[in-house]
């Protein structure tokens, strides 16, 4: 799994510490689309990396 | 309907004792949004004139059962005959539903996963949805993706939290299946759960807010990026 970041560890914590179950689902799940974000970036990025990379620049 | 939207949505639960199931229970309270309006159905007594009055408020309508035999329990079939009345629902007399959404969540005693060809149940639950399918084609609806709640009573306090939000999102996310209008409509309950706590805990809350916006927007710049160097490529 890549690195999480500032909000996602938070948002765990948050979870782990609250008893109220609607609350705690909802940290659970902003957690885990930072994380879908994080990887949605990073393909985006590798995609643009890809598509202009020049062969002649070699 | 666009990605910022609020939809009005109504739950048709069709269940014969609803108050004794942990299900339905359960998806009661989640339920329990500002957009949505729950309506059991547990008898073959239909007010047809309100419950059609309560459909033509409605942008999404969901059905929502426990399967039995392969559809939906009596009282639910029973309720969409006596309540979708030709006159009321065909698309070149009133066309009450035209242009509205159907959605499907059903829960299951056994395991989604034997909803499969070759499998245990051998058939797929969009196969096994036809005659929901077939009613939203006739009607002009858009039919949703069916949502499936399998083996309620093992699933784990985490896997009942992550229910909790996919239903709710079910029930009141503009274009389900678009990770954007998840954002936004994540975004939008933080922002709900931001204004009731106390003040240490909002600005903690604020700033998971605001990189959770930001990442938004940095995939935003890098799709639309990615756009123009496929537009070139072409």
Known sequence: MAEQTWATQQLLKLAAQTPQFKERALYLALAELNEEQQRRIKLAQGEIDGRTWNPSRW | ?234
């Open chain 2, 1 to 234: 309907m666009s990605g910022g939207g609020f939809i009005k949505t109504l739950v048709i639960v069709g269940h014969p004792q609803i108050e004794d199931s942990s299900t339905q229970q359960f998806l009661k309270k989640a339920a329990d949004l500002s957009e949505v309006t729950w309506h059991p159905v547990n008898t073959f007594n239909v007010e047809v004139a309100k419950d059609q009055a309560l459909i033509q408020q409605a942008d999404r309508l969901v059905l929502q059962f426990p399967l039995y035999w392969y559809s939906a329990p009596a009282v639910l079939k029973n309720w969409l005959d006596q309540v979708l009345t030709r006159h009321f629902a065909y698309p070149d007399a009133m066309g009450s539903l035209v242009g509205k959404e159907l959605g499907i969540a059903v829960s299951l005693g056994s395991p989604a996963r034997n909803f499969v060809a070759g499998a245990g149940e051998n058939f797929s639950l969009s196969q096994i949805m036809i005659p929901f399918q077939a009613l939203a084609h006739k009607l002009q609806m858009t039919y949703l993706p069916t949502f499936v709640i399998d083996q309620f009573g093992y699933q784990s306090d985490e896997m009942k939290a992550k229910l909790l939000i996919d239903y709710q999102r079910y029930l009141t996310q503009p274009r389900l299946g678009h990770f954007d209008d998840q954002t936004n409509w994540l975004v939008n309950q933080l922002t709900e759960l931001i204004a009731t706590v106390p003040e240490d805990k909002k600005q903690q809350l604020t700033l998971i807010l605001d990189q959770i916006k930001n990442d938004q927007s940095t995939l935003e710049d890098l799709q639309m990026n990615l756009k123009m160097i496929q537009d070139t490529e072409e």
